[in-house]
């Protein structure tokens, strides 16, 4: 490298966190000091707005928008991500080039008044602003309020000691990685509580045509990981999935075998459809596409009508 190389990041302390993870693993990989490398923190949308859903102010691309402009302008070399912000559709001269291991996918129950969301009082009041969250709390329990909470993950424990809500749903990989795992009331399954697509991993985008930054990050690139987004992302774009829409999606790769699972929900919960898939983790991506194409075909149009 005959350069700083600068990586992009929101400012959050689990972006940052995911930032210096990646930046890590380059200086491991490739015998680098850390004066190597310039983290820089980019203000998004996504972070700015936070009186009302990401649905109703632009979708998951709120919180990479600026991120990218900086990247395809040349301020910033590559941009870390969490996976379940990305949209499907990138801009042009941008693709996702490596993702690092993946954390723990499941969720985690916080509450302060309950040691599980089974045990939440009829009422009771659950912060989330995810639609995906919603829609599985109020199948898990219809009897629940869900209530609008957005914020980093600092900002939503505070809310949470305010009062605002009596029970939270985080992402237990982020609480991992800011060594606050032990906040976790519970970790809800898989199976209860199926994750976002993308959730837990870690992606790093970069210009389509970099060869030299192609080459370090290369070096860092978790093919499985790779393998099961790119089925979790095909399933999601079969389905035009966003911040909009309440889908789940999960595939775990053991060897050369890939395993998927997929729901989509009414925003209410009331209505379900799942799909499940197997098959060689070289055809992730069409494993995920086919996936999508039959829970659409077989849940109707009349399913969706509700999700815009």
């Known amino acids: 490298m005959q350069t700083t190389l600068k990586i992009g990041t929101r400012g959050s302390l689990l972006a940052l966190a995911q930032a210096h993870e990646t930046r890590d693993r380059l200086m491991a990989a490739h015998g680098l000091p850390e004066e190597a490398f310039d983290v820089v923190v980019i203000s998004t949308s996504g972070d700015r707005i936070q009186d009302r859903p990401l ?26 991500h969490s996976s379940k912000d990305m949209p499907t559709m990138l801009p042009e001269g941008l693709e996702l080039s490596a993702f690092l291991p993946r954390e723990d996918a499941r969720e985690a129950f916080i509450s302060r008044k309950a040691a599980r969301i089974a045990d939440l009082p009829a009422g009771a009041k659950v912060g989330s602003s995810s639609l995906r969250r919603q829609a599985l709390i109020r199948r898990m329990r219809p009897d629940l309020e869900v209530v609008l909470f957005r914020g980093n993950v600092q900002t939503r424990l505070r809310k949470l000691d305010e009062g605002v809500a009596d029970a939270t749903i985080l992402a237990l990989a982020g609480l991992k990685r800011l060594d606050l795992e ?7 399954s898989l199976e209860a509580f199926p994750p976002a697509p993308g959730q837990g991993a870690i992606c790093i985008e970069s210009r389509i045509g970099d060869a030299e930054t192609g080459v370090l990050l ?11 987004l790119a089925c979790e992302r095909a399933f999601l774009a079969a389905l035009d999935g966003s911040c909009r829409t309440p889908i789940a999606g999960y595939a775990t790769v053991a060897g050369e075998e890939l395993s998927f699972s997929g729901m989509i929900l009414t925003p209410d919960g009331s209505d379900v459809r799942e799909v499940a898939r197997r098959g060689l983790g070289k055809d992730a991506a069409a494993i995920g596409a086919e996936a999508g194409a039959d829970i659409r075909a077989r849940a109707g149009a009349h399913f969706f009508e509700g999700w815009n």
């Open 218 to 228: 290369a070096a860092i690139h978790d093919v499985p990981t790779g393998q099961a």
């Open 182 to 188: 032990h906040i976790a009331t519970d970790v809800m």
């Open 55 to 80: 649905s109703e102010a632009g979708g998951k691309g709120l919180f990479t928008k600026e991120i990218e402009e900086a990247l395809l302008d040349g301020r910033i070399d590559i941009a870390v």
